[in-house]
């Protein structure tokens, strides 16, 4: 259950990531409420996967997911270049990303 519990974490860090674009800065009311409620609630629900899972492996797996989504949803939806090496960057981070949950302990 941790596992998808700091799943829905890093997806909201791809929300609270991909919704400081559409802030202004913070001077935008409605997107700042839900970038605001996406940051505590992802926080929050990576400190109850805590629980169970090491802290490195939980926080490269949070960071990392909401690395990859920001950077998909940047080149699917903002034409963001999808150039080769990036590609195969993100390849790398997911590649890592499904190293430290195959050789996590739980």
């Known amino acids: 259950?941790?596992?998808?519990i700091l799943f829905v974490a890093g997806l909201l860090e791809v929300g609270w990531a991909v919704g400081?674009?559409?802030t202004e800065g913070f001077s935008r009311l409605v997107p700042s409420v839900?970038?605001?409620?996406?940051?505590?609630?992802?926080?929050g629900l990576l400190g109850l996967a805590l629980r169970e899972?090491?802290?490195g492996t939980a926080y490269a797996v949070w960071t990392g997911i909401?690395?990859?989504g920001t950077v998909i949803?940047?080149?699917?939806?903002?034409?963001?270049?999808?150039?080769?090496?990036r590609v195969v960057c993100i390849v790398l981070i997911v590649a890592g990303?499904?190293?430290l949950k195959i050789l996590s302990p739980h």
Do not use: C, D, R
């Open 53 to 55: 899972l090491p802290l």
């Open 1 to 4: 259950m941790s596992w998808i």
């Open 73 to 85: 949803y940047g080149i699917a939806v903002l034409g963001e270049p999808a150039q080769v090496a």
């Open 34 to 43: 839900l970038t605001l409620g996406a940051m505590a609630a992802s926080v």
């Open 66 to 68: 909401g690395t990859v």
């Open 97 to 99: 990303i499904a190293g």
């Open 20 to 22: 400081l674009k559409y």
